[in-house]
């Protein structure tokens, strides 16, 4: 893990969360906006499970425990893709909250993988 | 109970408000089930009854999950009796977590009320409760 990369994801995760939920409960159905903000979350999820996987090639190797860490990277890379396909079944306002919903669980679980790797065990 | 002999065609409470409802309880019962399986691998002579309780707890919202999307009466049974059980739950293990601290030295979804997933696990089985009310 990289912290940099990590500190900007949770931040541009928590924004576009905001903005989803902030839109959907002023009634917004799913647009390019919302969709995109979703899309980069999953974007950057993807980039943070490339930088995981070489890491410790590079001898940046987590403090604490590397299945734990993978379970939740995995979980968080299928949330946007899955939350955000099932939204758009119903197209709906609550379609953007659900997409909103799941950006922030992703800010929580990547927040948590940041401790595993740099703060548990360490 | 009576039931009506004229059944109304069974909906999917998954609609709306309800579907966000759901997609919490999704996320919940992803991350109950993927913590309680790397402390079963990893660590699980430390404090097998927390983490007994941590899998017992993502089982059940995995259960509350699909019965919360499936359609029809005894679902929607599940759906309450989960959802009641998971009530029951976070209220008792909260409590005993402030009361006995030395049985969870290590925390559990529903130690201190399910302070460590920010008190969703509180909050969660209400809003079910009230949902299921309006949704028969």
């Known amino acids: 893990m990289i912290e940099w990369f990590t500190i900007v994801q949770v ?30 979350v999953e974007l950057l999820l993807i980039i943070q499970l490339v930088i995981a996987i ?17 379970i939740y990277l995995i979980s968080a890379v299928l949330l946007p893709a899955a939350g955000g ?15 909103g919903a799941v950006c922030l ?3 929580v679980m990547v927040y948590r993988m940041n401790v595993i790797w740099f703060v548990q065990g360490a | 109970m009576a039931h009506d002999t004229l059944a109304p065609p ?3 409470r998954a609609r709306g408000i309800g579907r966000v409802l759901i997609i919490v309880y999704a996320i919940l019962a992803l991350g109950a089930t993927g913590r309680s399986v790397v402390e079963i691998i990893e660590k699980f ?24 999307i499936a359609p029809g009466p ?26 006995l601290p030395e049985l969870f030295a290590k925390p559990s979804v529903w130690s201190w009320y ?15 409760m009230l949902w299921l009310r309006k949704n028969r």
């Open chain 1, 11 to 40: 931040s541009v995760a928590v924004a576009a969360g905001l903005l989803c939920v902030i839109l959907g409960l002023s009634g917004r159905k799913p647009t390019d906006l919302s969709m995109g903000a979703t899309a980069l």
């Open chain 2, 114 to 128: 399910g302070m460590g997933y920010l008190f969703i696990p509180l909050v969660l089985p209400v809003l079910g």
């Open chain 1, 85 to 99: 396909f099932w939204a758009l079944i119903e197209r709906s306002r609550w379609s953007t909250v659900i997409l």
């Open chain 1, 105 to 107: 669980a992703v800010a």
């Open chain 1, 54 to 70: 070489a890491s410790p090639a590079f001898g940046n190797n987590p403090s604490g425990s590397l299945l734990e860490f993978y």
């Open chain 2, 10 to 12: 069974t909906r999917t």
């Open chain 2, 45 to 68: 002579d430390q404090a097998p009854f927390a983490y007994t309780l941590s899998t017992l707890a993502a089982v059940v919202y995995i259960v509350a999950t699909v019965a919360l």
């Open chain 2, 74 to 99: 005894v679902w929607y049974r599940v759906a309450w009796v989960t959802i009641t059980f998971e009530l029951v739950g976070v209220l008792t293990v909260g409590t005993l977590s402030l009361l």
